[in-house]
């Protein structure tokens, strides 16, 4: 994997971006690099953005699912640094049981992504009255989460794995490791999105959540009308498809096919080199 780096790394070229919502105070060198950066703040409920890294033909996992994001951008610095403001600006990153067994080492931080940049993420963080890092969620329907890869053995994380009773039975075999909760937010199969929402609110006030995928996990919260703005990270390349090999879509789990296709608006365009970064924006449904 290619390490970040802050070198030779250009400006991202501003051709959209939105006119209203709060203007989220940026370091000079965010500033410089990503441009101005505003994000609604509405009260009933937490606001939902969603991020993801597809190819030109809308693959988001090759090889089944043993890849993530950074693999389909092609290790790009531009989307490592727009995946490190995201979690800058979040609250809460929610991300489903598939992603985590497809990357076991990854820490979902907005540390760590982009070393360089480390300090300027702080200084977000900081400025909106932010802990250094977000909660994280996991969501496992069947409680089939590994407490002893990395991410659960920092001893300074928040983390909460949202699960069913018979998840929370099979989780609960053994000692969680510190900072590790778990939460029942619904009977099964399937978690609903707004359980978890719900979940996190009764918790502690909850501004902006960051849905980080998968296909699976996001298609739920499409699907309950619970995602206010999707982040895309379009990447140059075609991964085409053959009967061997099930390459995951943006979604999986549902069909939007016309005529009830989800329609969203394009709110945020910025081109690094051949990389787009694509902003839309869900109209209210809930
Ligand atoms: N390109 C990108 O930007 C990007 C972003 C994210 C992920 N990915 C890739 O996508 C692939 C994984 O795809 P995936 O569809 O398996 O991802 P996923 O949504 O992360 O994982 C699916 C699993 O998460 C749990 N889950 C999801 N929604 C749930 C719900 N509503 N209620 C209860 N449990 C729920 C279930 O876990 P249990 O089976 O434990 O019950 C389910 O089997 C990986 O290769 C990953 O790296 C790519």
Known sequence: MSRASLQGLLPLQDLLHPASGERVPLPPVLRHLYGELRLARPSRRPYVLANFASTLDGV???DGSTS???????????DRMVMGLLRSVSEVIVVGAGTLRSVPRHLWSPKGFF?????????????LGLPPSPRLVFVSARGEVDLDLPVFRTGTREISVFTTPSGRARLSERELPPGVDLWVAGEGPRLRPSSILRGLQRRARVRTVLVEGGPSLFGDFLEAGLVDELFVT?????A????????????E??????????GASLVGLQRGGSHLFLRYRFPARR
Do not use: K, M, W
């Not at 085409?240 to 979604?251: C, E, K, Q, T």
């Open 234 to 238: 379009l990447a140059p390349f075609v």
């Open 253 to 262: 789990g549902h069909r939007f096919s016309p005529p009830t296709s989800l």
């Open 115 to 127: 070393p360089a940049l480390d300090p300027a993420f702080q200084e977000v963080r900081a400025s």
């Open 68 to 78: 993530g994001g950074s693999e389909v951008s092609g290790f790009n610095d531009h």
């Open 240 to 251: 085409g498809r053959d009967a061997a090999h099930r390459d995951r879509g943006l979604v």
């Open 60 to 62: 988001v996992a090759v």
